[in-house]
């Protein structure tokens, strides 16, 4: 359920500056990032509540706890 409709800043993370083909660089790197972002929107959208947060994005509170700590985030 989206509000609003499309926004660009709803979307993925732009590909590296100077990447002129549209492929990232680093796969791994690229969904790490698109990862980090959803999370951390989560996170708003829950007031920072990181059980509904994964509850929110359909995984349990220990694998957004792992998540967060492999992407830097706790």
Do not use: C, K, W
Not at 44 to 51: D, K, P, S
């Amino acid at each position: 359920h989206e509000e609003g409709g499309h926004r660009a800043s709803n979307g993925p993370p732009a590909v590296a500056a100077g990447d002129t083909d549209g492929v990232p660089a680093s796969l791994p790197d690229y969904l790490d990032q698109v990862e980090r972002e959803v999370i951390l929107r989560a996170l708003v959208l829950t007031g920072n509540n990181r059980t509904a947060a994964a509850r929110r994005l359909g995984v349990t509170f220990r694998a957004l706890r792992h998540r967060m700590q492999r992407l830097g985030l706790s």
